[in-house]
């Protein structure tokens, strides 16, 4: 019978070699996420530390690599670890099956799109792991803070995220689609547009797909929204690298 959510891969991170898990959600309840509409949504976390635990203390490097916005960095990370703390008890109860060929299929015959990295990023989980996942899907959206790093290969299905026009050029540079984050009233680059569902709230992820790397789509700028102190925090971290 076919479950809401799978653990789709256990593994060492590719980022520090520790113990990390890949979730899979949303096969039959679909994300209540506005704005990314129906997307299978991704949940990169580590096998040993609850997510509001690790990231308040810094243990967060395995899945969110050298990200500035971490809690214990700049504290302006935009996902409520609520979620991924729940999905981190389930999966410790042993409540979520192991994706299977069976609902690889299914994927294939629905095309779900989906988005990787919900919470983590995607290159801790090897490029192997997705391909098939990506293969029978067609659709997705997603994002790495790890493009220096990463296998160059992820171009092709990730954006760059980047939080300043010179970091956006050197990832431009090295054959990467940008998306960065701005302040609210901070005018877009010329090689940018906004965020679609920014534009207009009638507009979804699952169905714009604009952030899905490497093609002749342009690069994609959002404005920073949120809870207030994340906002406050994002904000600083700005000033910061832009003195
Ligand atoms: S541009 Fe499209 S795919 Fe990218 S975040 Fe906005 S709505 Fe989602």
Known sequence: MLQNSY?????AS?????????????????????KTGRQIQSWIISQNYVPTYAAKHG????ICGSCPLRLSETGSCYVNLLTPNNIYRSYITGNYPQFSDKELALLQHYRYPIRFGSYGDPTA???EVWEPIILASGKYTGYTHNW???NSLWK?????SVHSIPEA?????QGWRTFRIIAPDAPLSDNEILCRHTEDDRNQCSTCLLCDGKSSKPNIADKIHG???KVSNFLKYLESISN
């Open 227 to 229: 809870l207030n102190w």
């Open 14 to 34: 590719l980022i520090d070699g520790s113990p990390i898990v890949l979730i899979l959600t949303g096969f039959i309840i679909p994300t209540s996420n506005r």
């Open 59 to 62: 243990f967060d490097s395995s």
């Open 125 to 127: 989980v090897p490029l």
């Open 148 to 150: 220096r790093e990463t």
């Open 7 to 11: 653990v789709a891969w256990e593994g």
């Open 156 to 160: 092709q299905y990730l954006m760059a």
């Open 169 to 173: 050029k050197e990832a431009q540079n």
